[in-house]
């Protein structure tokens, strides 16, 4: 992850240099100080858990409060969770089918 901007890193939105006492981006516009509450932890948490799921991880890898191990650590994360969630949801289709297959055949003996 690049330097923090108030350190005088480079812009989250524009990648273009900030000074350390500039509190928004001179080229874009974008605020150095605050961030949006998707793009914080509890943020990226909440939406994977309640809409985004494995989409979630473009606010990982765009998020500038993240840093880098943070954010291979939300990667896996988000991977071992997505196959987890899968392997339930095949897990039922499967039971799914074998219990409807199993209502066919007790009817065709009636």
Same mark, same amino acid.
């Given at each position: 992850? %690049?330097?923090?901007?108030?350190?005088?890193?480079?812009?989250?939105?524009?990648?273009?240099?900030?000074?350390?006492?500039?509190?928004?981006?001179?080229?874009?516009?974008?605020?150095?100080? %605050?961030?949006?509450?998707?793009? /914080?932890?509890?943020? #990226? !948490?909440?939406?994977?858990? #309640?809409? &985004?799921?494995? &989409? %979630? #991880?473009? &606010?990982?890898?765009? =998020?500038?409060?993240? =840093?880098?191990?943070?954010?291979? !650590?939300?990667? #896996?994360?988000?991977?071992?969770?997505?196959?987890?969630?899968?392997?339930?949801?095949? /897990?039922?289709? /499967? &039971?799914?089918? /074998?219990?409807?297959?199993?209502?066919?055949?007790?009817? =065709?003996?009636?």
């Amino acid at each position: 992850m %690049s330097k923090n901007p108030k350190e005088g890193g480079l812009c989250w939105a524009c990648g273009k240099m900030a000074d350390s006492h500039d509190n928004f981006c001179r080229f874009c516009g974008k605020d150095l100080v %605050s961030f949006p509450w998707y793009y /914080q932890h509890w943020g #990226i !948490i909440l939406l994977t858990f #309640i809409a &985004l799921g494995p &989409l %979630s #991880i473009v &606010l990982v890898w765009r =998020s500038p409060v993240l =840093s880098r191990t943070a954010r291979w !650590i939300y990667t #896996i994360a988000l991977a071992a969770f997505t196959y987890w969630v899968g392997l339930r949801c095949y /897990q039922a289709w /499967q &039971l799914f089918k /074998q219990l409807s297959n199993n209502l066919v055949l007790a009817g =065709s003996f009636n």
